[in-house]
């Protein structure tokens, strides 16, 4: 069993990444079963070091992600694509592939994030949002230094062929699961959204920082269900608190 610490659910991009293992895992044969135990992901009948060396050896054979991007509808942007101005969402990929190691991989998936890549954020990860000026002197966003995590960023865009398709919208939805799901399962429930699955249902909306788009801190939409419940979604006043933002205390 691996318990992946770094990667946590109230985070899209750590939640994003963690579908990101599971589906490369399964693309190499891996057979990965994926739940949730409170806000980290779990892979079963796996250890940390084979999950490190598959994820490291899918990169040195090249990955093929440029070429599986989902396509936007209706001539936009693709439903994760939060790009604009002078950041190049390929472009981005394309600086991860060449510069994503395997012992980035290990420090994404074993330890917390302490955001300290030079890596230009796609707006997933609410902890690397670089903010404008707020004082004479500062830089603004397009300029300030890039802090964000390489490998996170790289696992989580690997997953879109899974966890970023359909329409554009104001906001991005993601549920968790409790129960042990293969691949074929983990692709029915991002999809679905459901916590019937003994699971929580999150939701970001899209803010703006200049003209790029980034993710907000998430809301929970659900509490959590036993598995085979039935309970609906609850009212948007009944909306929990914001689940976290950067720097308040981490479970």
Known sequence: ????????????????AAVGVAYLLDRQGHDPVL??????????????????DALAEYLA????????LP?????????LDLSAGRVSFTGVIETMLKSVSRDKIAEALLYPWKNQDDITSLGWDIGAI?????????KAPTDAPHRGVLAGQWLAAESLPVTGTGPRSDRYAWVTWSLPLDMEGVRSVVLSRSPAWGGRVYEAKVGRNG????????????RPEMPGGSRALIAKEDWDETVWQPGAAKA
């Open 130 to 138: 670089k903010q404008g000026a707020t004082s004479g002197g500062d």
């Open 61 to 68: 054979q090249d990955s093929d992600l440029l070429a599986n």
């Open 71 to 79: 396509q936007g509808v209706k001539g936009e942007k693709a439903a």
């Open 35 to 52: 739940y949730w135990e409170g806000q980290h992901p779990v892979l079963l009948n796996q250890d940390a070091e084979r999950v490190i």
């Open 1 to 16: 069993m691996f318990k992946m610490i770094g990667l946590r659910a109230e985070n899209a991009q750590g939640w994003l």
């Open 211 to 222: 003209q790029m788009g980034y993710l907000q801190p998430a809301r929970t939409l659900s």
